[in-house]
Structure formats: structure tokens, C-alpha cells
């Protein structure tokens, strides 16, 4: 790229603090905006942003949120429309939406329908379309994974785009202030789970666990966050009132300064945010090798399971992990401004010709 940068546009339809894909948008904003660069973000709303943000946003309405095919199809007529309307020169559109006028896209989620499975169906196909369309564009520069899980999917499903499938962008951390805790071999320990959507990240098998490593001889506690108490969890009334559920939370510290162990068994997961956070804070992770966020998991800070691996295996795992007298809990530290620098390195190859 010969032309400075005069703008980097981020797109995503909703923008803020909202946990996911729109936190990861948010903190790489905030940072690259701390680092000089002229920010802009293309929205349909911004959700849970503070009144002193001090970033460009432009909000194009919401059209609909159902059927998301036609969603994503209006959203990315209504950014391209913008785009030709205020034309700039040197500017980067970079994407987090199935959108067609981007220099790069990053891909936050596992693929659609991968592997393929059912009947065939017009949702199905307008939602590969549209995928399709987002990463094998021929403008497409770089198309950038939060995961080497969604890496290895890209490769699988668009040999084609190899050539511009980058090394993944894992989010970064914000710190998490917690006071020290004091390891007591006696007393008991205590296992974790956090998660909005408990069926897919395997709250059923962390309740499985506990309830194995309860009639063992190294008895646990068991406390769950980020879903609505009223859940119905497949939990006997007795065994209710042993659990602690925290329900919602905005304060994750409340959270990670009561567990020993984070559980995280989840049938996929394209990265899950709770396994760095918990390895920040010192806290040891066992999770399902079906986690984007397993490959940052080392021998000394947790270990990496096959979700189908039978809940005995895990609950003895999880015994193991509890009972470490030496454990090696090194905290996990990738700030912000890390990811905001390797994104600096995409942006700076841009070819504006191409465009």
C-alpha cells in the first residue's frame, strides 16, 4: 500500500458492550482510535455504550432481525449505500457482517451449516450465499478467524481463499481485578461454569461432573453464571438448593473469585471468552477440544477433552486439576492493544487499486 490510511471503517450491526462479537468490535476500536487512527462504525444501533465514547458511530436503523438472511441482505445494501454516497479515498472498510464492499472480513462464529447437514431448504441457501459471498469475494483481501477451529473450516469449505486466509486474531482480555486467593488443600473446592447459552456449552455435562465427583471422596461445590436463574437445568429440587446460580452478571470478578476449576464442555464453540478471562485471573480450564479458545491451554494452567470423552474421564480430569499440590497457574495476558497492532499489520498490505 502506497497511500496513508485516512479512515478504517468498522462494520457491525449491533456496536457496544454487549459481550461476543460486538465486545471484540468495541475494545479493537477503542484501541486503534487510543493509537491515532481515524475510526468509524458503520451500525444498525449501539447497545451499552457510555456517553463519553469517543468514537465516530453512524447508525443505519434497524430494518429486521428475522429471518437473518434477510437481516444481514438489507444491512449490507444499507452499508454499501452509505459507502457510495460519502466516497473517500484510502479508506478500509473492515467487516464483522456478511456484508460484499469490504477490504477484510473477520469471521467470528463457526460456518454456517459446516459440516453440511438436512435438506436443503431457501434459508439454508441464502445464508450460504451470503457467507459465501462475504468470504470469497474477489475484493476480499484478508479474511481474518478469531480461531484456528474457523480457520480449519474456512480451508475445508473455501480451498479457494487459502491465499488470504490470515493465522487467527484471538480477542484480547481485559484485566480482571480480583484479591488473592488462598489455596487450602483441606477445604472444598469449588467448580465454575459461565454461560449464556448453557445447552450448547455443556452445562448438562458440568452437572454430570459434579454430581460424580459429590459421591467421590473429593466433594465439591458447584456455582453457575450468566443465564436466567429460572432455567430449567434438569436440577432435583434437593440438588438445587447445594448449586449457587448467579444468574445475570456485568461484574465477571463476583464470578471467577469464587471458583477453583472453570468447566467449559462445550459441543462448539468458536472461541469462548470465559477460558481466557478464567486463565487470566490464575484460574486453571477444563474445556472440550470443540473450543476455539482450547488451543491457548497449556499442561500448566488446565487440560483439553474430547466433549464426547465419557463424563467419568472428565470428573477425573477435573479431580486431578483441583488436587494439583504444585499447580503451574500462569495467568494468560493479551491485552487490547496486541490485537489492535496485528490488525495494523492487514491494514497496512491493503491494496486500494484493488478496490
Known sequence: ???PIKQIVQVVKRFGRCGGMEEYVYQLSKELKSAGQNILILCEEKVSCPNDLELEVVELEVSCRKPRWLSHLLFSQKVKNWIDKYPLEARIIHSHERISCHHITTIHSTLFN???KG?????????DWL???EITRNYTQEVIP???IIRDQVTAKFPSVIAKLSAPVNPGVKEIKLSPKIRDSSRIKTIGFFGNEWKRKGLSKVI????????SDNNCSLILAGFDVNSDIGLSTEEKKQIQ???WLHDKAKFYSKIDLLIHPAKREAYGMVIPEALSVGIPVLCSKECGAASIITSGDGAVLS??????????TASDLLNAKYPKYVSYERPWSRVANEYMKSYRNINFSRS
Request: proline content about 5%.
Open 1 to 3: 500500500m502506497t497511500e
Open 114 to 116: 459446516f459440516p453440511p
Open 119 to 127: 435438506f436443503l431448504s431457501f434459508r439454508k441457501y441464502m445464508n
Open 131 to 133: 457467507e459465501r459471498r
Open 146 to 148: 478469531v480461531s484456528y
Open 208 to 215: 454430570s461432573i459434579w454430581r460424580i465427583l459429590n459421591k
Open 245 to 247: 446460580n448467579l444468574g
Open 307 to 316: 466433549q464426547g470423552e465419557s463424563n467419568e474421564i472428565w470428573a477425573k
